[in-house]
């Protein structure tokens, strides 16, 4: 005969006579006898890492941001042969327009590069080019500065100064040694009006710049379509000793010249920076994630 007290404290002794702890709820004793799941080790997680950098490169170099190389002299001497900048690609998808003073990188509206020797990337520079993360190996696109937009009517006459809507440019960017205009029949003296959805440009290094003025006999008389427009050049990033920004200069701010606005931002990092910056947060979220399953 027991008591009800013994009754009620016998019913959680095992049958080996060896009392446990209890738990709570069916299957408990299931979830703590389960072993635990290891955490990945680093070298495991570090290609899904490097697969999700290589994606947003991707993603940022075809939506944000992409670098290009400067291959001649006609920007000089703003960029140099062989600097590398980033171009803004952003806002042109929110409805962001060509300004004047801009330095733009656009797709070569006409085979103004006919006959220009191109440099054969290998497969690797190719790779890179492609998601990013080296500068674009399309040797189909130039950099100019955008002098004129759609309405504007643009005047050379001898040497200079340029003419914008009949107000003379202080351009303190032209290269040293230059004139404004060239005095010469090929396409140096010239007035032109833009038509809406176009761009006239010209290279800084005006005695040496294939631009706007010396295309007048294509089919967009010397005009670069908007549509052909990558984006602006924002930032010289490379060589490191270069380093700096690209902005519009005042000369452009003049009354008269009515100067138009648009929501430019600056993004002034690399794809592959960018990648790295938004991949690192996830890395540590996975690591403390693991760190605190091991603890339990």
């Known amino acids: 005969m027991t008591s009800g007290n013994d009754a009620a404290g016998d019913e959680g002794m095992p049958d080996d006579g060896q009392r446990r ?21 680093f ?10 950098a290589l994606v947003l490169a991707l993603l940022i ?3 944000l941001v992409q670098a290009f190389s400067i291959p001649s002299a006609s920007m000089q001497d703003t ?6 900048v980033l171009v803004d690609k952003l806002t042109p998808w929110f409805g962001s327009q060509p300004e ?16 220009e020797p191109a440099p054969t990337p290998n497969a690797v520079q190719k790779v890179l080019s492609w998601i990013g993360l080296m500068p674009s190996a399309n040797e189909k696109d130039l950099i100019k500065r955008v002098i004129g937009v759609g309405g504007d009517t643009v005047q050379c006459k001898g040497t200079g100064p340029l003419l914008v809507n009949g107000h003379a440019l202080n351009e303190p960017y032209v290269y040293p040694g230059n004139t404004p205009c060239t005095d010469d029949e090929l396409g140096g003296q010239f ?3 833009v038509p809406k959805g176009y761009i006239w440009v010209m290279g800084d290094h005006r005695q040496n710049s294939r631009d706007s003025r010396y295309n007048q006999s294509d089919k967009n008389h010397g005009m670069v379509p908007v549509k052909d427009v990558v984006g602006r050049a924002i930032v010289k990033a490379w060589p490191i000793n270069r380093w700096g920004t690209l902005p519009i200069p005042d000369t452009f701010d003049q009354p ?5 606005t648009s929501a430019s931002a600056a993004l002034s990092v690399a794809p592959q920076g960018v990648a790295v910056a938004a991949v690192l947060p996830v890395a540590v979220w996975r690591r403390r994630r693991a760190v605190k399953a091991k603890r339990g």
Do not use: C, M, Y
Not at 43 to 52: G, Q, T
């Open 79 to 84: 960029l140099q042969v062989g600097d590398r």
């Open 100 to 115: 004047r003073g801009e330095v733009v990188v656009f797709h070569d509206p006409a085979d103004w590069l006919a006959g």
């Open 43 to 52: 070298w495991k997680e570090l290609p899904i890492l490097v697969v999700i």
């Open 21 to 41: 702890p209890r738990t709570e709820g069916a299957g408990a004793g299931e979830a703590a006898d389960r072993p635990r799941k290891q955490p990945r080790s």
């Open 191 to 193: 007035k032109v009006t």
């Open 61 to 63: 170099k075809t939506f």
């Open 256 to 260: 008269g010249i009515n100067q138009q």
